[in-house]
């Protein structure tokens, strides 16, 4: 896991920061489309909560995700949208190591 000195250097670094969302997205990104839809978020959704021992989201939990993170409404989660979520997610890292 990185460390707090880690996010907050990626969270800094813009270009640290879009190579990140990049690689993820990329991952993620199963049919190379250069966006996520609903299923491949519900895929990684369903994964990290496998992964840290949680209740894998309902289908209804990942549309409602999902249509949190699609601002344009275009059925697709594009690189800045998901970057908006990487930068959510670390921010809450860190602030879980706070409290």
């Given at each position: 896991m990185a460390s707090r000195k880690d996010i907050e250097q990626i969270l800094t670094d813009q270009d640290q920061l879009n190579k990140l969302v990049f690689v993820a997205m990329k991952t993620i990104d199963t049919n190379?489309?250069?966006?996520?839809?609903?299923?491949?978020?519900?895929?990684?959704?369903?994964?990290?909560?496998?992964?840290?021992?949680?209740?894998?989201?309902?289908?209804?939990?990942?549309?409602?995700?999902?249509?949190e993170l699609d601002?344009?409404?275009?059925?697709?989660?594009?690189?800045?949208?998901?970057?908006?979520?990487i930068v959510r997610v670390l921010n809450n890292i860190l602030s879980s190591e706070l409290a």
């Open positions: 190379d489309s250069g966006t996520l839809d609903p299923d491949e978020l519900g895929n990684i959704m369903r994964q990290v909560a496998i992964d840290v021992g949680d209740t894998p989201p309902s289908d209804s939990d990942i549309r409602e995700v999902f249509a601002k344009n409404n275009d059925g697709y989660i594009d690189f800045d949208e998901f970057k908006d979520l």
